[in-house]
């Protein structure tokens, strides 16, 4: 009896040996549903740097630093503010819209919750015009008033028609830029965007 079964058990073993065989070599045969894992390779772009890492007088990028001799305390860097809102205003003592623009930025700064410091910076008169000016009239206790008598920063900034104002966020990087007297409103406006929770 076991000799009759031999013979078939044999040609079945043959032909699951050639089906598996099959399967392996032939994909046509396989469930259609199987799929093939493939290898892709991924190549990534290296992100462009943001130009705020580039330094120039212009909205979206670091402002340029400087160092002026400040009325009353010696020389100071704008770098050293990091950390907190700037106003950068350029202004003259004989530009009427600049004087009262000085006022409007002392009243925002101390009416302000957070702590704002506000760079005036005098274009190309000389130190006592500049300290006689602030003798003769109440003072902006808010209000850092700086000198520059060459006008290498001024022109650095591009401040030729005046007051040209910058608003710095507590990063460095220029905000938002204007030229002419800004309101009550635009200032703490323009302000609030430096101060805002990110």
Known sequence: MFRRLLGPIVILAIVLVGVVYSWNKLPWLRDSTEKETEIVEVIVPEPEAPK????????????????????????????????????????????????SQLATFNITALLSSKPVVVLAVNRGQPIEAVVNWRQSREPFPAVRLFVDTNEEVSNLYKATELPVTFFIDATGVIRSRFTGELAFDQVREALGQLTAEP
């Not at 909205?59 to 106003?87: H, K, T």
């Open 52 to 99: 705020t890492y580039a330094t120039a007088p212009e909205v979206d990028y670091l402002a340029p630093d400087f160092a002026l001799p400040r009325i009353g305390n010696g020389d100071e860097r704008l770098s050293q503010f990091v950390g907190r809102p700037i106003i950068l205003t350029f202004w003259r003592t004989d530009c009427p819209f600049c004087v």
